[in-house]
């Protein structure tokens, strides 16, 4: 299956859709099927890769779609943190913790807090 998000204006994602890899033989073929099928000829369509094989990241819903980094980039969940060039996520300040325990990011301490 192929999956295609729908960009809004600022390249922000609106949906994201899955179209049979029958009809979506390859990008534009998925793109022509849906902007066909929404009766929307002027509709901004990306595909999108569920594994991450391209493109960075799988499109969620609210991911901005940098056009120079050929990326879709999760919103910016805190100030502090910071985007790696390379995978195209944020991270943190300082690594989340690896020792099997759950933990949330506190932005007032800028560091990770055990949840009871």
């Not at 809004?8 to 099928?37: P, R």
């Not at 985007?83 to 325990?101: F, H, K, R, V």
């Given at each position: 299956m192929a999956h295609f998000a729908k960009l809004k204006e600022g390249n922000i994602v609106e949906?994201?859709?899955v179209v049979s890899n029958e009809v979506a033989t390859n990008e534009q073929a998925g793109i022509d099927f849906l902007k066909?099928?929404?009766k929307d000829e002027h509709g901004i369509w990306v595909q999108t890769s569920y594994n991450a094989n391209f493109r960075k990241n799988y499109a969620g819903i609210g991911f901005?779609?940098?056009v120079e980094r050929d990326a879709f980039?999760?919103?910016k969940p805190h100030d502090s943190w910071t985007l790696n060039e390379e995978t195209c996520q944020w991270e943190a300040p300082i690594p989340y913790p690896?020792?099997?325990q759950v933990y949330f990011w506190n932005e007032s301490s800028q560091q990770w807090e055990l949840i009871p």
């Amino acid at each position: 299956m192929a999956h295609f998000a729908k960009l809004k204006e600022g390249n922000i994602v609106e949906t994201v859709v899955v179209v049979s890899n029958e009809v979506a033989t390859n990008e534009q073929a998925g793109i022509d099927f849906l902007k066909t099928l929404y009766k929307d000829e002027h509709g901004i369509w990306v595909q999108t890769s569920y594994n991450a094989n391209f493109r960075k990241n799988y499109a969620g819903i609210g991911f901005h779609y940098d056009v120079e980094r050929d990326a879709f980039i999760a919103p910016k969940p805190h100030d502090s943190w910071t985007l790696n060039e390379e995978t195209c996520q944020w991270e943190a300040p300082i690594p989340y913790p690896n020792d099997g325990q759950v933990y949330f990011w506190n932005e007032s301490s800028q560091q990770w807090e055990l949840i009871p």
